[in-house]
């Protein structure tokens, strides 16, 4: 059995990452990361949550400005003079990622978790797409747009997630040989894409898994 897992997610908006991920925890009875973590960063540097939520994946990721101006109440004195690129930023969050990991088993919601912690042992690395019709009513009724607004959010935020993952992993953002494993959330639905994923979790690295 293994002490201290990972689960990464990487996911296409509307495919219903998020909450698979919030389930898995739930049933797995593991700690869930997602937007926290830029609550975690901003508090282990003392930086302002803004700016890291500047290179965010959950924005439209651009490679320009490559360098970020910073400056908050606390921090002026110190980078007043310097500049923080978004590397800094992205090794700064993935540092705090990296200990979370070390200090018990956990699932990672998106921002290039699986690179960020591919020299940990014990990681299964989930990639979770959805047909667009499915992802396309999912977000139109998350967000109360229309589905055209809905249509236009998905490609655009699709693109941003594309350009982060490749700017920092070097890889290709959704490609099977990316990832252990990529599921079609339209196949099964969310509780069966749950199921099917605990069983997975549960052969890889030899754990029980509570029935729900």
Known sequence: MTDKYVITIGRQLGSGGREIGQKLSARLGIAYYDKELIRIASKESGLKEEFFERVDEQ????????????????????????YLSNETLFKIQGDAMRRLAEEGSCIFVGRCADYVLKEHRDILNLFISASTDDRIRRIAASHRITEGKARELIEKTDKGRSAFY???????????????????????????????????AAERF???????
């Open 59 to 82: 924005k439209h990721f651009s490679l320009f400005p490559g360098l970020l101006g910073l400056r908050s109440s606390v921090t002026d004195d110190f980078f007043s003079s310097y």
């Open 166 to 200: 490749h700017y920092f992993s070097g890889k290709t953002w959704g490609a099977a040989e990316s990832y252990h494993l990529c599921i079609n959330s339209s196949l099964l639905g969310i509780d069966a894409t749950v199921e099917l994923i605990c069983r997975v």
């Open 206 to 212: 030899g754990i029980t898994v509570k029935h729900p």
